[in-house]
């Protein structure tokens, strides 16, 4: 059996009723801060009553209370329920009055807490399995449920310390219960007192208080000593171990050698925690009625990015062989492109006083090739779209590297006339630029385009920027258009119905359509020259270019932006790379005028929620369609 479903409702910032659903293996909560990861965390710890920190004690924020005008409307309870599925025979026995009448292979527990309190100012709670409050309540078949929880930045040396209920004591006493053990432990302790007590130094030390206690009270009145090397009580002796560490793995490194662990990096003390709990977890036993959950906040706390990876690898795969139920949030981009998709559950914020949307990306209706495509290109960089306010998808790295900087004359020339504390940039605005390598728009589109039916698409703004790509010869302008070969534009109508997702594309490529909007071909061209190494025809003819642009028929500024493409796109001039670095480092370090095409500008908008026109291809003189919003 394991978890499937959680349904929450006046909980946290969950006001209204969302369902959750739940992977039987691991599922990973992702989404930026205050999204609502931590309140799925807390709702199950709170049901389920998890043993890291001892019972958990409603308060009053944990029901939902409202922002705004309406700012003391609050609920008058919270209820959050869970079900199990995929019961065994055996487990549908001991999970009886839990048990659905409709399917019997599930099973369900409920919590209802009403938000007034009583004469020791607790909040009333009532919990429940099964359809039926009134049913008798089985204490023994709650408490089977294991669930763990590990917080984030947890003091992993407090909790491996050789202190009461330490994490080692406990997986000491799981991995053997029996008496005999306990006993033979006892023993080994008993053994090594009598060594101690014969001892010199020992012996010599007890004389010495004993000599004294009875010079000070006299024999009738003085007590007698010994001195001991352990408590004799098993409970005690295992609280008295204490991990230690050695830095490498080595079978022959003397005890002597290993070191205590506030000596050890907090990355590693947390890793060494994370293996205790599990090796806890994982000693299952087969006839064993019990269902176990670990939940884990932020695993990437002190951990760099490789041992991210590796760790997320390890608790997956310990997931599916030993039948423990794993559940991850994490704002860490690194863990988001290591997991398969369908392992990943969104948590997005919504408008004011509504309830976080939960997007399960198993409901987005990805294609087995599209999900392949997604997962083999989920790299760092493009995982950021999980976490992102607003989505740029570009093509390479020439847009990826120069959009940001226009990004950053678009927003002052739309928000110059409004008081500004920060910078103008799309980092502002939580708004990721994706460089696909490619024209791959569907695959990442269909993440977004189904957002308006709630839980079957991430619910943020999505803008494709592509090229035109007409014959390679052809110099279009406004009022001659050229026929685009890009089959990524056939997507267009498709994209530009939907709430969430734009496709934009322009008159032939980026760097030529860079070039025609007013004033910029002057400095394109002199960003060029400043990579030219050698002085030849081609610096010969970009001067006398620099010079005729200003006056030239719009046919001409044409044929122009076309010879400057050409030349950036030349791999044994310049390449296309190296120009959009230049470049992009001239418009961040300089205050220079210059232009951004409408089809960009329109992009950058619309993913900044700042505007909310459709795609359009080619400049100015060309009709926008309006979105449906």
């Known amino acids: 059996m394991h978890l499937s479903k959680l349904v929450i409702e006046g909980f946290r910032c969950f006001n209204e009723k969302a369902e959750i659903p739940l992977n039987k293996g691991l599922t990973v909560i992702l989404g930026e801060n205050g999204s609502g990861k931590s309140a799925i965390v807390d709702a199950i710890r709170l049901i389920l009553n998890d043993d890291e920190f001892g019972k958990s004690m409603v308060s009053e924020r944990d029901f939902w209370h409202s922002f705004g005008e309406s700012k ?57 399995g099964g359809n039926s409050s009134s049913s008798s309540f089985e204490w023994d078949t709650y408490k089977s449920i294991q669930c763990t929880y590990l917080p984030p ?23 053997e219960p029996e008496n005999s053990a306990k006993e033979r432990l006892v023993e080994t302790v008993k053994q090594n007192n009598q060594q101690l007590l014969k001892d010199e130094l020992i012996v010599k030390a007890k004389t010495n208080i004993k000599s004294r206690l009875v010079e000070t009270l006299g024999e009738k009145l003085a007590q007698d000593i010994s001195i001991s090397f352990s408590d004799t009580r098993f409970e005690r002796i295992i609280e008295n171990l204490k991990l230690l560490f050695y830095p490498f793995l080595d079978d022959s490194t ?89 392992n990943i559950l969104v948590v997005n914020k919504t408008e004011l006083n509504r309830s976080p949307v939960i997007v399960p990306l198993t409901n987005v209706g990805l294609t087995p090739k599209q999900k392949f495509f ?33 990004a950053k004359r678009v927003l002052h020339k739309h928000l110059a006339s409004k008081d500004r504390i920060s910078e103008y940039s799309l980092e502002e605005y939580s708004v990721s630029i994706i460089n696909m390598g490619g024209i791959y728009f569907e695959s990442f589109f269909q993440l977004f385009i189904n957002a308006e039916k709630r839980g079957e698409g991430i619910p943020i703004r999505c803008a494709g920027i592509t090229d035109c790509d007409p014959d390679k010869d052809s110099t279009p302008y406004n009022g001659k258009e050229c026929d685009c070969k890009n089959p990524a534009l056939k997507l267009k109508t498709k994209i530009n119905n939907s709430k969430y997702c734009r496709l934009y594309s322009n008159l032939k490529t980026f760097e030529y359509d860079l070039a025609l909007a007013e004033g910029n ?11 030219i190494e050698t ?87 060309n009709t926008v369609e309006k979105s449906n919003e």
Not at 103 to 121: E, G, I, P, R
Not at 259 to 283: F, K, Q
Request: charged content about 30%; hydrophobic content about 40%; some cysteine.
């Open 535 to 621: 002085d030849g025809p081609t610096k010969k003819q970009i001067k006398e270019y620099i010079r005729l642009f200003p006056d030239a028929p719009v046919s001409e500024k044409a044929k122009m932006a076309k010879y400057l493409l050409d030349k950036i796109d030349d791999s044994n001039i310049c390449g296309k790379g190296v120009f959009s670095q230049q470049l992009a480092y001239k418009l961040a370090n300089n205050e220079i005028e210059f232009s951004v095409p409408e089809y960009i500008e329109k992009a950058i908008l619309w993913a900044c929620k700042l505007e909310g026109d459709g795609g359009n291809k080619g400049g100015e003189s």
């Open 254 to 342: 003397s005890i002597d050698e290993f070191r205590e662990l506030s000596e050890n990096s907090l990355g590693y003390n947390n890793l060494i925690y994370l293996a205790t709990v599990l090796a806890e977890l994982e000693d299952v036993n087969e006839q064993e009625i019990s269902c176990k959950i670990l939940l884990i906040e932020e695993p990437e706390a002190h951990l760099h990015p490789q041992l991210q990876t590796k760790l997320l690898e390890y608790i997956e795969k310990q997931a599916k062989l030993k039948g423990v139920q794993v559940i991850v949030t994490t704002h860490s981009p690194t863990i988001a492109a290591s997991i398969d998709l369908d």
């Open 153 to 175: 930045l947890r003091d992993a040396e407090h909790r491996l310390r050789d202190v009461r209920g330490s994490r080692l004591a406990r997986l000491i006493t799981k991995i």
């Open 521 to 531: 071909f002057p400095i394109m061209a002199n960003t060029l020259l400043e990579i």
């Open 374 to 406: 997604l997962q083999r290109w989920m790299d760092i960089t493009k995982s950021t779209l999980l976490f992102a306010r607003g989505i740029i998808l570009v093509e390479g790295i020439a847009e990826a590297l120069v959009i940001p900087e226009l």
């Open 72 to 128: 003391n409307e609050s609920s008058t309870s919270f209820r959050i329920d869970i079900e199990f599925s995929k019961l065994k025979p055996v487990e549908q026995v001991a999970y009886l009055p839990w048990l659905k009448t409709e399917d019997l292979s599930t099973a369900s527990l409920h919590l209802k807490v009403q938000n007034k309190t009583n004469q020791n100012k607790h909040y009333k709670k009532e919990l429940w």
